[in-house]
């Protein structure tokens, strides 16, 4: 992402960033004043991001002319070369078009009436060439940060920008919907100096994304961090981040993009407070400091499926998260131990893999929560990696949490396992129904997805041969679930016969805070007003606790807040 705070000057604009970049001009910036250049511009960062491979965001002044983005839109994807901006692209020596995945308009602006209408104008001029291109690039307003929670879209407590009512991101989000069902996303910062900041994407930015789609239950909104801030670089930092992209990813259907501020820094000529570059450099070299090993160990794990984890009396100053791949072959599990003290951990991964497997863990710890790498000791801090063959024994795995420390554990099943056999299928298939949970929600689709997951032999297939048929339970009486499934192997079938009770329905529904019998966004504002109680030494009813307690652990916190913000996020 390339943006921040000197997109906000009044000479910050992107015709200013073309042709050669000898001959740009200088402008006076949010940081050198006088001074500042456009050598380096839009044009270099959508090559650079072109050449790395990842997806650029090019960040744009709220005050740019509506007209000036549609000539960048012809800039950035136009082919025909009687248009000037194509022209003047090819000349600068890139004759075919950019990929533009997304568009920012404004950094850290208040997001008010004014905002909105400039937004919108803006807009209309990129859709308008997007749908002439056959692009749909997602546009991303540059808000703030919040940290408190939101109970009244229109009568926030708090918010960086000093705006406390969402009108203005409603204007602009029923503006995208009505103009054709658009995407737009809205960007929020925030500090990650270490783990304790970190918990504010967590604790607080749920509530905005829930009261944006109490106002605009028809919008595509998303929330994207693109930038972790910090005064420093240090290694507690490293650890913050890890806290905040892991509290990300539980929530990926609402964050589907962080990403940390600064990238690149150099050595010894920082004359500002934003001490927090991720890659350093000198005239000589470029090192990373810990918080971009934290980036670079989140990104070679990556996973796309986020599994369901749990851990019993959790210790304090311990976070984790486990993803897994799509095939079943890989699982993926992170920790942070923001403690001064080793920590034990064991892992019960289940049936995930038998005896034979192998294991990599990649570690990042310090005694020194403020140390850095220098020029002089570029890898003080790095990450040390080693493989263990056959950790897991039946489905066990005790691990030890160096203090201070990020480790990742990436597990996968060995490849040389003998194929699965009709019966051996037969019984995974069994296993596999029995603990799937059997509710009125239940679907054929997510019985025969258990089954086809359970049978790992790709030639046998599974087919329904009985139809699926759902009794849905009431508060009076059990519902059941019938069919038959059949597997194939060759010429052999086995059957696998599907019978399961769904119990009767409770008479609380778990995540239903107000009662009104479905968990919808109101109730996220109700245990965020429980959450806002406890603060002033109220505690919740024996009947909020049933409703609102998601984890079982009878209390109400912010973890129960983001499971109900999940179930909201699992339905757009």
Known sequence: RFGGGMIGVKDYRWKN????????????????????????????????????????????????KPEDMADFMDFALGTDTSNQW????TEMGHPEPFDLPYIQIGNENGIDGTFANKFN??????????????????????????????????????SDSGVLTL????????????????????????FTDDPSGAYNLGNNLPSLYAQLKKICPDSKVKLAVFELNAWQHEFRRALGNAVAIMTGESLSDVFPIICSANALQIDGQLDTDWDQGLVFMDSEKAWLQPPAYTTQMMRGAYQPNLLAASMDAK????????????DGKTVVVKMVNDTAQPV????????????????????LSSDDRSATNTAD????????????????????????LESNSFTVFEIEKKSDLAPQTLSEAKTAAENALAALPASNETTAADVLAAVRKAVTNSDIVAAWTKDFVLTPATTEAEGK???????????????????????????????????????????????????????TGQVPTPDEIERGDMNGDTRITITDVMAVCKILASRT
């Open 315 to 326: 210790p304090v100053g311990v976070e984790y998260i486990a993803t897994g791949s799509e």
């Open 86 to 89: 194509v022209r003047l692209r």
């Open 167 to 190: 009108a203005g991101h409603k204007a602009i989000l029923d503006h995208a919907t009505q103009s054709g069902d658009r995407e737009v996303w809205v960007d929020v910062h925030v």
């Open 481 to 535: 679930i019938t069919g038959e499934i059949t597997l194939t192997l060759g010429e052999e079938t086995a059957v696998v016969e599907i019978e399961r009770t769904i119990a009767k329905l409770p008479s609380v529904i778990k995540g239903d805070l107000n009662g009104d019998g479905s968990v919808n966004v109101s109730d996220v504002m109700a245990a965020c007003r429980i959450l806002a109680r406890k603060s």
């Open 121 to 158: 104008a803006i807009a209309d001029k990129i859709w308008e060439k997007a749908d002439a291109y056959g692009v749909e690039p997602v546009l991303v307003m540059g808000d703030f940060g919040y940290k408190e929670p939101i109970l009244d879209p229109y009568n926030l407590s708090q």
């Open 17 to 64: 960033m073309v042709g050669a970049p000898e001959n740009r001009p200088t402008y006076d910036g949010c940081w050198y004043k006088n001074y500042s250049s456009f050598g380096f511009g839009i044009f270099e960062i959508l090559s650079l991001c072109e050449k790395l491979g990842i997806p650029a965001v090019p960040d744009f002044n709220i005050d740019e």
């Open 344 to 363: 034990s951990i064991q892992m019960n991964l289940g049936s995930f893999t038998g005896n034979t497997n192998t294991a990599k863990v990649t570690t």
């Open 377 to 400: 000791d570029p890898e003080k801090i790095k990450p040390v990696s080693e493989t263990v063959e056959n950790p897991v024994q039946n489905g066990k795995w005790t691990v030890s």
